[in-house]
């Protein structure tokens, strides 16, 4: 029933009088399931280190995986009746036989797969609490935590004896499964933490997209079985066949060798009709250092809150149902909201998916110079710098629409670096470029020199100007760009100095290659000066600011001269191109902003000109390919009427819901057929949220 009413729920969304909206194949895709199959399922995603996703339709197909591919070796496995089931990994351990899935629902913050075993129903979700509001709970968004939760019951009628297995390797922890491995216990007043990880590695050593130091834990209330530094094989050999777990063995030892586990096991219960729950949690300790920032090391902001993982443990299970009562409305929140704006269900699974991609790649530290949070986002994949603005731009809607505090705070470090108040963390960059920075470094050191920037004058300083104004307006305060107006002075007099043609500039989307006289980057510098104009206005400078808006319109009108097509169908990709065309996604701004320098008209004429050039799986990005990237084009769609904004969107749900390319969700694919081009797990992917903003 469920899967027939998803049916008729697109077909009433969907033309199907337009044969380029959507192949039949697609169409049938999206019919054949009840909810969205993601490319990647995020069981543990809190940060850019901390990423491990399921790659699998069945959670007991294989390992887990981090976002760079390496595998996590986690088992999970259920006794039922002294029978045992596997729910998670693949075979080992003796337990060859496999829960059956029957199940699988992934929230904003949680994940949770429903399985059949021996006559019981097992429920196990993975929460993080990474809830992004209007005032930030830093305590609770910053934890470095997720939370496990088994909920299991009878549904033959019977009563069963249960008891329910998890195990980690220390690859959550290493970058080489040849790294020395360590582990130990420490215990809080009411839990139980296993610790295991790198031997010797530091935070200053650390290079590379997977982390080499730290421990990764497992905290359980006491009473609970485990074991800890055994072998893999001999421990889960013990659970599936009965025997009482391996006795904890204190030779340190590389990965590789035995694969030794931090083992947890539920005690042994009666299971009736009523469900039974368990929650622990699992987690990251990577100590007091997650950033260094021009010579100073910034510890994650969790241990400036907490001190030691067990206070924050502490703090965790004192709260579990308050954090689940808030992760549980949140999730429902968006979802609602999503579905409702859109005007298709489609819409709120994809908000849901992509949520967790983004916060997860956000670090929250604390600045102990200034004495204030300050939040970075990692580059992740497509390259491994830190705080890419050409990033941190497609993410920004699901940021500034959550919160605009933490966009705020992601800022700082961009303006800090820009504005040279670098000097106070002991490794001082004289920054003397006119235009806005593209990033910071390479994760997760922060040492960049201007000149070694990847320059993209025109798209950085438009992203950042156009940002920041939404950041004013909705906090309704200027007051914390204080320091820095003579720094967005000199970024509003430089679009102004290359614009209404930016010339031979890079944009975000340099992996087409170059293109001069590009017609969506000068629109988005534009709209940048009308942003600038109205921070000038809200700050109350009116001179500057009608004379920022005046510019701005004039150059509007430059622009739709100069972008047109002599056919009069559409704007070209380049001003010197005929018979080229692009999507103009920069221009979703204008609405968002309530920005009037391009008219209504030429936009329309855009999108009814972007029907024609639909493929299967979306729109393509420009003439050039057909390839196309998520983010951009769900910014396209957010500027089209309804009945489009759907055929867009449900064209990105059928590839995403059928891609062969199992990886964390891809934002850059072909548009004709159900594979990625490229890139993977990037927090870019907070641009599908770009409808929530429109007015």
């Not at 530091?202 to 080499?212: C, M, V």
């Amino acid at each position: 029933k469920l899967q027939f009413l998803y049916f008729i729920g697109f077909l009433f969304f969907f033309k199907l009088e337009n044969s380029q909206m959507m192949s039949f194949a697609a169409l049938v895709g999206l019919a054949a399931v009840a909810g969205l199959r993601p490319p990647a399922v995020p069981l543990m995603v809190q940060d850019p280190y901390v990423s491990f996703w399921s790659p699998y339709d069945k959670l007991n197909d294989g390992y887990p995986i981090r976002w760079t591919g390496q595998e996590i070796k986690w088992m999970g496995a259920i006794n039922v009746d002294d029978n045992c089931y596997r729910w998670l990994g693949p075979e080992s351990g003796g337990c060859s036989t496999t829960a059956t899935q029957t199940n699988l629902v992934v929230d904003a913050t949680k994940t949770t797969y429903s399985f059949h075993a021996g006559g019981v129903e097992l429920d196990v979700s993975f929460r993080t609490p990474s809830v992004m509001s209007t005032t930030p709970n830093y305590q609770t968004l910053s934890i470095p935590l997720t939370f496990v939760t088994y909920s299991v019951r009878s549904i033959d009628g019977s009563k069963h004896a249960v008891s329910i297995y998890f195990d980690s390797t220390a690859e959550p922890a290493v970058d080489s499964t040849a790294t020395v491995s360590s582990w130990e216990r420490s215990t809080t007043a009411t839990t139980s933490i296993m610790k295991i990880g790198s031997k010797e590695g530091k935070f200053d050593d650390q290079n590379g997209d997977n982390i080499s130091w730290g421990q990764f834990i497992i905290a359980f209330p006491k009473g609970g079985l485990s074991s800890l530094g055994a072998d893999a094989t001999a421990v889960r050999t013990a659970f599936s066949t009965n025997k009482f777990l391996p006795a904890d063995n204190n030779t340190t030892r590389p990965v590789d060798q035995g694969y030794p586990v931090a083992a947890y096991v539920t005690p042994n219960s009666q299971v009736g009709s009523t469900p039974v729950s368990t929650t622990f949690l699992i987690g990251f300790d990577e100590g007091d250092a997650a950033i260094k920032f021009f010579g100073t090391n910034f510890p994650p902001l969790w241990f400036q809150l907490f001190n030691t993982i067990e206070n924050a443990v502490s703090a965790a299970m004192t709260q579990l149902t308050a954090i689940t009562n808030e992760c549980d409305a949140f999730d429902a929140k968006l979802k609602a909201e999503m579905t409702s704006k859109g005007r298709t269900p489609f819409y709120g699974e994809m908000g849901s998916l992509a949520y967790r991609q983004v916060t997860g790649g956000m670090k929250l530290v604390y600045n102990n110079v200034t004495k204030e949070n300050w939040m970075f986002l990692k580059e992740i994949s497509s390259d491994g710098d830190v705080s890419t603005v050409d990033v941190i731009y497609p993410a920004s809607p699901a940021i500034l629409y959550y919160s605009p505090e933490l966009y705020r705070i992601l800022m700082l470090p961009l303006l800090a670096y820009a504005n040279n108040e670098t000097a106070p963390y002991g490794a001082p960059i004289d920054y003397n470029l006119p235009w806005a920075p593209h990033h910071l470094g390479t994760w997760p050191v922060c040492d960049l020199a201007p000149h070694r920037q990847e320059q993209m004058p025109v798209e950085e300083t438009a992203n950042l100007l156009i940002n920041i104004r939404y950041v004013t307006r909705s906090q309704n305060t200027t007051s914390w760009l204080k320091p820095y107006w003579v720094l967005l002075d000199t970024w509003g007099t430089y679009l102004i100095s290359v614009l209404p043609d930016p010339g031979n500039q890079l944009c975000t989307d340099d992996f087409e290659g170059p293109s001069p006289h590009n017609a969506n980057l000068a629109v988005k510098g534009i709209v940048a000066l009308g942003a600038y104009s109205q921070l000038m206005t809200q700050v109350g400078d009116h001179q500057a600011g009608d004379a920022y808006m005046s510019i701005a319109k004039n150059f509007g009108q430059v622009w739709v001269r100069n972008a047109t097509d002599a056919s009069g169908t559409h704007t070209k990709l380049q001003y010197n191109l005929t018979g080229t065309w692009s999507q103009k996604y920069n221009l979703v701004w204008q609405p968002i902003l309530g920005l009037d320098l391009i008219p209504n008209s030429v936009i329309e004429m855009d999108m009814k000109y972007y029907q024609t050039r639909m493929q299967a799986f979306g729109l393509p990005l420009d003439s050039r390919s057909l390839f196309t990237k998520t983010d951009w084009s769900m910014w396209t769609a957010a500027m089209a009427p309804n009945d489009q904004f759907i055929n867009i969107t449900n064209a990105v749900y059928a590839w995403t819901n059928q891609t062969t390319s199992r990886v964390p969700w891809s934002d850059w694919y072909w548009t004709d057929k159900p594979t990625a081009k490229g890139f993977k797990a990037r927090p870019v992917l907070g641009g599908i949220f770009v409808k929530m903003l429109m007015p």
